[in-house]
């Protein structure tokens, strides 16, 4: 199952909403999962289920969507927020993950 | 603490073989499904290798099936990633990450810090 994130990048400024949508080549329920990950560092689950928040991510972090279609959205940036996400679905082996979206600062 | 941490990386042939090492603690080792998830230097996440609680389950990605070998011992609370005949597109850091499975959902909840495999001659 492949996975389609886009955009591939994005620049934003503190306190913008963004939006980060993945693609996934065929129904996958909700077997959706969208990590953080930092330079350096390694990743951290935000969102599973497609829209359950991982304990202690902030609230601002959301997630909706099944089937084929899903998004990540960020209500409001912080400067924490800039980083890479990946969404992964986990349906079925191979599990895969998105390209990745790196949001930068405007 | 809930804590993994890789070790085995380091330079290797083309050709090479190189053994990683992932130690858990915090958690029973035992309950849960565990994964190998790489990146190459600059590039996104590739999930590698899968074995469950009992090892019973084991599924790997087509770039590294009949080359690497993943193996866990419960009692030592660790798990492994053999890696044989490795090229330099293997090149990249190893992560090891729990997995958390659900009825209807699974993740990758904790992730170890990685360790660098190079392969180069």
Do not use: H
């Amino acid at each position: 199952i492949q996975l389609t994130q886009s955009p591939s990048s994005l620049s934003a400024s503190v306190g913008d909403r963004v939006t980060i949508t993945c693609r996934a080549s065929q129904g996958i329920s909700s077997y959706l999962a969208w990590y953080q990950q930092k330079p350096g560092k390694a990743p951290k689950v935000l969102i599973y289920a497609a829209s359950t928040l991982q304990s202690g991510v902030p609230s601002r972090f959301s997630g909706t969507g099944s089937g084929t279609d899903f998004t990540l959205t960020i209500s409001s940036l912080q400067p924490e927020d800039f980083a890479t996400y990946y969404c992964q679905q986990l349906n079925s082996y191979p599990y895969t993950f998105g390209q990745g979206t790196k949001l930068e600062i405007k | 603490e809930v804590q993994l941490v890789e070790s085995g990386g380091g330079l290797v042939k083309p050709g090479g073989s190189l053994r990683l090492s992932c130690v858990v603690s915090g958690f029973t080792f035992s309950s849960y499904s565990v994964n190998w998830v790489r990146q190459a230097p600059g590039k996104g996440l590739e999930w590698v290798s899968s074995i469950s609680a009992d090892s019973g389950y084991i599924y790997y990605a087509d770039s590294v099936r009949g080359r690497f070998t993943i193996s866990r011992d419960n009692a030592k609370n660790s798990l492994y990633l053999q890696m044989n005949s490795l090229r330099a597109e293997d090149t990249a850091v190893y992560f090891c990450a729990r997995e958390v499975i659900a009825v209807a959902w699974s993740a990758f909840d904790i992730w170890g810090l990685g360790t660098m495999v190079t392969v180069s001659s």
